[in-house]
């Protein structure tokens, strides 16, 4: 049983496109996040939800519109996608929302713009 | 500050040999210092954390040291194996209590020759 898992593994789309990428936990965690790894292996978040409620947004474009149903899902849609939109984002999730826990990641999306 | 510098970048071993990758961070307030190993195209994987309260942990080949004074942790591996090549993250906590991220290191990538 996979603890994170997100969905689709690939997604390739061209510039201008709008597109989602789903997140799931089964692990009974509070916090879920979303990160970004771009082509040099830079890991950022992105947003950080607890509960539902939205904790940390890090300045990222409006284009980007996290949403969380419950505390199993945190869903990441992208309007309006750009080439340096083009990078493998992670979800994860940990027990509490202060980040002494650890966090355990899904298997990431890469999203790749033509 | 929400800085955390890594190195070295990259880092040759033998097998056998043992490896040592430094980080150093910024915010004095940080108290949580994970390090994710992540291999090529999977998830980072946590491998080993530590909490301000200790100085050191280990846990078999993998041990982790953190000099707060100095703002400074490292990870040991001892006994390389080719199967310990990846890239290798260090993280720290920062911000405030229930607001708390992981700001992460750019990485060091391991290869352990046979």
Redesign the interface.
Known sequence: DTAVSQTPKYLVTQMGNDKSIKCEQNLGHDTMYWYKQDS??????MF?YNNKEL??N?TVPNRFSPKSPDKAHLNLHINSLELGDSAVY?CASSQH????????????TRLSIL | GENVEQHPSTLSVQEGDSAVIKCTYSDSASNYFPWYKQELGKRPQLIIDIRSNVGEKKDQRIAVTLNKTAKHFSLHITETQPEDSAVYFCAASIGNTGFQKLVFGTGTRLLVSP
């Open positions: 040099k292996k830079f890991l950022k978040i950080s904790i940390i890090e992670f929302r202060d980040s002494n826990q650890p966090q355990h990641f899904g298997d990431g």
